[in-house]
């Protein structure tokens, strides 16, 4: 995929909210599950083996659209969306993390998250 611009980047989330909170409620029952399953096997209010192999399954499905965007999807907890960017002739990755209002961070594709700075 090409680079976005700010303006598409920030559609582009605007387009993937509600994906991505779904990705957030099944990520956490992912983890529910799991910890029910493993700890011996007895089924939870959310179900039991074959519930967790379903939202496992899901999970991999919205991970995947997100991917299909041309976004990268860098983190799962918390969520790290990345989109490739071209910032006064260098190349960045704007930047949205779970729980931020907007689309507002940057970090230089050679610094990584350490590098985030706040978008000019």
Avoid: I, N, S
Avoid at 68 to 81: D, F, I, N, Q, Y
Wanted: hydrophobic residues 50%; proline residues 6%.
């Amino acid at each position: 995929m090409g680079l976005f611009t700010l303006a598409e980047a920030r559609a582009e989330l605007a387009q993937l909210r509600p994906l991505l909170e779904e990705l957030v409620d099944v990520r956490a029952d992912v983890v529910a599950l799991a910890a029910a399953v493993t700890a011996g096997g007895e089924p939870t209010a959310l179900g039991g083996l074959p519930e967790w192999k379903a939202a496992e399954a899901r999970l991999d499905e919205l991970m995947t659209e997100v991917q299909r965007t041309g976004a990268e999807l860098k983190g799962l907890a918390p969520l790290l969306v990345d989109f490739a960017a071209d910032l006064d002739g260098v190349p960045v990755l704007l930047c949205w993390l779970e729980g931020e209002p907007e689309l507002a961070w940057y970090h230089r594709t050679d610094l990584g998250f350490a590098g985030r700075r706040r978008l000019p």
